[in-house]
């Protein structure tokens, strides 16, 4: 179960990544995406107030973790080291991390390799308040 937490907790940040190039573009937009994605992967869990609770924190740990400025392989490596490797099969572990590579990648296109920028900081610290904005929502 934790396996697939992760799987679509990963898979829902890459779709919720592919927004970050609308925000500017279309703010109000790119705010109701943010906000359907992240209800309906509330609203497919067993215990939707469950997973609004386990996504706010892991959204927590995340920003905490992460230097004022960091690159792309940062970032990365902090979603990475949220994971406990060892309790999963070769097999899941090999599915999380092509969920994370994916993940990455999305973001690669999207911002570059290198350090991310003021900019683009700003628009993935949004991204990451309006998910939590919108599982804030969930009771």
């Not at 992240?38 to 920003?63: M, N, Q, S, V």
């Amino acid at each position: 179960m934790k396996v697939l937490f992760t799987v679509l907790m990963t898979m829902f940040f890459t779709v919720g990544c592919s927004v970050l190039d609308k925000i500017e573009e279309s703010p109000m937009t790119a705010q109701l995406v943010t906000n359907q994605l992240t209800l309906r992967f509330i609203a497919g869990a067993d215990d939707p107030i469950e997973r609004a609770t386990k996504l706010r924190e892991k959204l927590a740990d995340i920003e905490t973790k992460l230097p004022g400025e960091y690159t792309l392989l940062e970032l990365d490596s902090v979603v990475r080291a949220e994971i406990d490797w060892q309790k999963y099969s070769l097999a899941d572990q090999e599915l999380l991390n092509f969920a994370l590579t994916k993940a990455r990648n999305v973001i690669l296109d999207l911002v570059g390799e290198g350090l991310i920028n003021p900019e683009d900081k700003v628009t993935i610290d949004t991204l990451f308040r309006w998910i939590d904005q919108a599982a804030q929502r969930v009771q």
